[in-house]
């Protein structure tokens, strides 16, 4: 049987501001990410916590970089890319 979304009650949510480097730890999880730094680690564990309680599933807009974006969801000015998030 196949369930549509709308059974499933999820949500689309989409930010055009995700840190480039934030994308690894947030698709395969911050432990799979060695190279995060303590603080890179706490923000990101706040994003999903405060956006997604209960977990998403995430697709990236690769076209969509922007080599600088001073207003990152999250952390200092960086590169960032259009990211949609399916609630779960």
Same mark, same amino acid.
């Given at each position: 049987?196949?369930?549509?979304?709308?059974?499933?009650?999820?949500?689309?949510?989409?930010?055009?501001?995700?840190?480039?480097?934030? *994308?690894?730890? =947030? #698709?395969?999880?911050?432990?799979?990410?060695? @190279?995060?730094?303590? !603080?890179? %680690?706490?923000?990101? *564990?706040?994003? =999903? #916590?405060?956006?997604?309680?209960?977990?998403? @599933?995430?697709?990236? !807009?690769? %076209?969509?970089?922007?080599?600088?974006?001073?207003?990152?969801?999250?952390?200092?000015?960086?590169?960032?890319?259009?990211?949609?998030?399916?609630?779960?």
């Amino acid at each position: 049987m196949i369930i549509g979304m709308a059974e499933t009650k999820s949500k689309l949510k989409v930010w055009d501001n995700i840190p480039s480097w934030a *994308i690894y730890a =947030l #698709e395969y999880g911050i432990e799979e990410d060695p @190279i995060l730094e303590a !603080d890179e %680690e706490e923000m990101i *564990i706040k994003f =999903l #916590e405060e956006n997604f309680p209960s977990g998403c @599933i995430m697709t990236v !807009d690769w %076209e969509s970089r922007r080599e600088f974006n001073p207003f990152p969801a999250f952390g200092k000015p960086c590169a960032t890319y259009k990211v949609t998030f399916n609630t779960l």
